[in-house]
């Protein structure tokens, strides 16, 4: 007895976007920069300078998704963005 499949649906799923529960509660330092654009020693010495505050978990170093972005956020706008 031969099987007879079924059509295939044509119709292409939406483009998952992220949410809360998609995203990280903390990234290791290479993440926060390949996230923030920021180099590693710029990240380690906006820790050295207080304004992340990391979190240790054996030898890794974490930083807080939502601090990083809080960061990010309050820095002050470009005045002119095409310079």
Do not use: C, Q, W
Not at 23 to 46: C, D, K, Q, W
Request: hydrophobic share 40%.
């Amino acid at each position: 007895m031969r099987r007879t499949s079924e059509p295939r649906s044509t119709v292409t799923p939406p483009i998952a976007t992220p949410s809360i529960a998609t995203r990280p509660i903390a990234v290791t330092i290479a993440e926060a920069s390949a996230l923030s654009g920021l180099s590693r020693s710029t990240l380690y010495n906006l820790i050295a300078e207080g304004h992340l505050n990391p979190r240790k978990y054996g030898a890794r170093t974490l930083i807080l998704f939502d601090e990083l972005d809080a960061f990010l956020r309050g820095l002050p706008l470009a005045k002119d963005a095409s310079r």
